[in-house]
């Protein structure tokens, strides 16, 4: 069914009984499109440098309050041998944007090394930022096939209220490269933070429409959390409670599985930070993904996007099995061993 923009309003405002049999379509599209089956993505937080500044983020280059680090080789070859000793099939790359030469090559060399240590078995989904169309070329030939790069607001003018406004944060570019992953062959995944200062019900409106748009494969959408060492703090007290952020972030996902029911849609760290049950609850309404953070204990406090993000300790064994149980909570049983590849990514490249 193709849902216009009433009413897909209707639905982000729906209360009471309505929101609940609009999460209840949500869980039936997902059961009858990509099934019960929570796929797992190990996260390693490569590294906490960036170059960018924006406005909303822990890490941002603007705060002197973060112990910068980047991952060795080895470190990171440790985690990749961990998701796959769990059958976690596929891991997420995910770090600031750095632009040098090195960075470019040093990230090939550790997609080859993942590639040879799995026998090609592993997949791998990168997270790091805006870069050339040839760089991004280089990192697919290298093995990876999946891209996640979130606009973080559809909306230009929001965007700009987000973001800096110079040449290293502008949204044409954003938008370019985009395009570019998707031209370099990537599953494209985007998303956007909800509850942002100064966005409305019809800014959500138009980001659903925006992914639609961009024919996405992949979507990761999370509750915006307040991070007191940036400059988007000092309106923390005209944002919306976090329970409002927290249900209109699960609304977007019901309708996001109701507008594209063959996409991958993460359940997102960010709702745990805000309700221990967020992701579950993601999971129930339509989210089929989830991001185990597998990044080494000596650094991953350092990767703080916002405050209260959820930490799973030193004990990653149990904390395997905290996300299984979490993802059984949710009445799915998790996809182990599977890279868990885009429905809709799988069926385009079908019809080709
Ligand atoms: N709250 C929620 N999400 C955030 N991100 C960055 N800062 C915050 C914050 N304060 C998200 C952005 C980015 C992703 C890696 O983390 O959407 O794309
Ligand atoms: Fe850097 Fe990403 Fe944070 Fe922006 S959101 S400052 S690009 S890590």
């Known amino acids: ?27 039936e599209e997902k059961r009858k499109n990509v099934g019960n089956i929570t796929y797992l993505r190990g996260l390693v937080e490569y ?12 890490i941002r280059s603007g705060n002197g309050n973060v112990q910068r680090y980047t991952l060795d080789t ?24 750095i632009f040098t030469p090195e960075h470019v090559a040093r990230i090939e060399d550790i997609l080859h090394k993942i590639k040879e240590l799995s026998n090609g078995e592993l997949g791998v989904t990168l997270s790091l930022g805006e870069q050339s169309l040839d760089t991004y070329r280089r990192w697919f030939a290298a093995g990876a096939h ?23 944060h502008d949204y044409d570019t954003r938008i370019e490269a985009l395009n570019n992953l998707r031209t370099a062959g990537y599953q494209l995944g985007t998303g ?30 999370g509750p915006y959390v307040e991070h ?30 109701m507008v594209l029911p063959k996409v991958n849609i993460a359940a997102t760290t ?43 300790g ?16 949710a009445g799915d049983v998790v996809g182990y061993g599977k890279w868990g590849d885009s429905l809709y990514f799988r069926e385009k490249y079908e019809q080709k």
């Open 270 to 312: 960010a709702l745990e930070a805000i309700d221990p049950e967020g992701r579950t609850r993601a999971l129930k309404v339509g989210a089929n993904i989830i991001m185990p953070n597998i990044t080494p204990g000596i650094v991953r406090d350092s990767y703080k996007l916002y405050e209260g993000k959820p930490s799973p």
């Open 1 to 27: 069914m193709e849902y216009n923009k009433d009413d897909i309003k209707r639905m982000l405002l729906a209360e009471g009984a309505n929101k609940e049999l609009l999460f209840a379509y949500a869980a």
């Open 146 to 168: 999946r891209y996640l790069l979130r606009i973080e607001s559809s909306d230009r003018e929001l965007y700009n209220k987000l973001h800096p406004v110079n040449k290293l």
């Open 314 to 329: 030193d004990d990653l064994e149990s904390y395997g099995a905290a996300i299984n149980e979490l993802v059984e909570r």
């Open 192 to 221: 956007v933070m909800i509850g942002v200062p100064f966005q409305t019900i019809d800014n959500l409106v138009d980001d659903i429409e925006f992914f639609r748009s961009m024919d996405i494969d992949m979507c990761g959408m």
């Open 228 to 257: 007191r060492d940036t400059p988007l703090y000092k309106y923390k007290d005209m944002l919306q409670p976090t329970g409002w952020r927290m249900e209109m972030t699960l609304k977007m996902i019901a309708v996001l599985r």
């Open 47 to 58: 590294s906490n440098v960036c170059a960018k500044n924006c406005l909303y983020c822990g």
């Open 74 to 97: 080895v470190s990171v070859m440790d985690a990749a041998r961990f998701a796959m000793a769990k059958g976690y099939g596929s891991i997420v790359l995910q770090g600031g944007e």
